[in-house]
C-alpha cells in the first residue's frame, strides 16, 4: 500500500506544498502561480497579527472555499486551535483531508458544500472566517457576504477579484428619485469553465467593484472595513489593484 506522501505525489496540485519530507508534490499551473498564495499569506498573516496579536490558540477559523487546504493548513500551523475548511468539490476536500494527515494536523478538517447553503445553527460561528479567491465566482455575491457576517464572532477577510468601477446618479423611477451608485458589479461567464477546479459551481458570476465590495461588507453588519495594503513585492494582480484583501471587523 502507498504511502501518504506517494499518494500526493500521485496528484496535481494547484498549490505548491513543501511536505515533511522535503518534497514538493506535482503543480499543474507551474510554480509561477505560487507568489499569489505566497502574498496572500503574507497580507494575511500580517493582517492576523495586527488585529488579533501572536496568541491564535485560543482561536478557531474558517475558511470557505478552502481548495486543496494550503490556506487552512498555514492557520493550522500558525496557532489557530482549530481550522474548518468548506468547498463545493468533492475532490479538493479529499486531496486536503490527504495533506492535513499528511502534516499530521488534527485540528484541521474539511466537509463539502456551498457557500449559500451554510448556515451558523448548523456550523456556529467563527473568531476568524476567511473567504478568499471565492467571491468573483458566484452568482449572488452579497448573499455570500451575508453569510460571512453571520459565521463570524470578530474578524473576517476578503480577498477578490474587483471590476472597474461606474459613479454617478441615477433617476430611480423618474428625475424626482435621484440615487447615487454606491457602486457596480461586472459579469464574468464561466460557463463553459465549470469543470475547471477553481471555477465557479454555476458559471454566472457577478464581480464587484471596490465600492461595490466596501458599501455591501458594511450593510452586511460589518462595523470596519479596510483595504490591506499589499506589499512591494506583491503579485502583479494585488499590486496593481485588479485584486484587494479587506479585513472586516464585526
Ligand atoms: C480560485 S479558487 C480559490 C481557492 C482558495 N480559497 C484560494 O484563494 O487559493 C475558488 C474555489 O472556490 C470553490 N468554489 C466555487 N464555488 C463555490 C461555492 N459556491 N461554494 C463553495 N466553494 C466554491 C472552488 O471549488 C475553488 O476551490
Redesign the pocket.
Known amino acids: 500500500m502507498s504511502t501518504l506522501i506517494e499518494q500526493a505525489h500521485s496528484r496535481e496540485w494547484?498549490y505548491a506544498f513543501d511536505l515533511p519530507d522535503g518534497s514538493t508534490p506535482p503543480t499543474y499551473h507551474g510554480n509561477d502561480i505560487q507568489a499569489i498564495?505566497d502574498t496572500?499569506w503574507k497580507m494575511l498573516d500580517g493582517c492576523l497579527r495586527q488585529r488579533l496579536g501572536d496568541e491564535r490558540g485560543s482561536l478557531n477559523a474558517l475558511?470557505?472555499?478552502?481548495?486543496q487546504g494550503?490556506?487552512a493548513v498555514k492557520m493550522a500551523q500558525s496557532g489557530f486551535s482549530s481550522v474548518l475548511g468548506?468547498?463545493?468539490?468533492k475532490s479538493?476536500v479529499d486531496d486536503s483531508s490527504l495533506i492535513s494527515r499528511i502534516y499530521g494536523l488534527d485540528q484541521l478538517s474539511f466537509r463539502r458544500?456551498?457557500?449559500?447553503e451554510q448556515d451558523p445553527r448548523d456550523l456556529g460561528q467563527f473568531d476568524v472566517v476567511l473567504m478568499?479567491?471565492?467571491l468573483y465566482?458566484?452568482e449572488n455575491p452579497i448573499g455570500a457576504l451575508r453569510t460571512c457576517r453571520a459565521l463570524c464572532k470578530n474578524l473576517c477577510v476578503i480577498?477578490t477579484q474587483i471590476v472597474p468601477g461606474m459613479s454617478g446618479y441615477v433617476d430611480f423611477g423618474s428625475y424626482q428619485y435621484v440615487r447615487p451608485l454606491k457602486g457596480s458589479f461586472g459579469i464574468i461567464d464561466e460557463t463553459d469553465d465549470t469543470h475547471g477546479?477553481?471555477?465557479?459551481?454555476t458559471g454566472i458570476c457577478l464581480v464587484p467593484s471596490l465600492d461595490a465590495l466596501l458599501w455591501t461588507l458594511r450593510k452586511v453588519g460589518f462595523s470596519s472595513v479596510d483595504v490591506l495594503e499589499p506589499p512591494d513585492d506583491a503579485y502583479e494582480q494585488l499590486r496593481h489593484h485588479k485584486r484587494v484583501m479587506v479585513a472586516a471587523r464585526i
Open positions: 494547484f498564495h496572500r475558511d470557505l472555499a478552502s481548495h494550503w490556506f468548506i468547498d463545493a468539490r479538493h458544500g456551498d457557500i449559500h478568499l479567491g471565492l465566482h458566484l480577498e477546479p477553481e471555477a465557479s459551481i
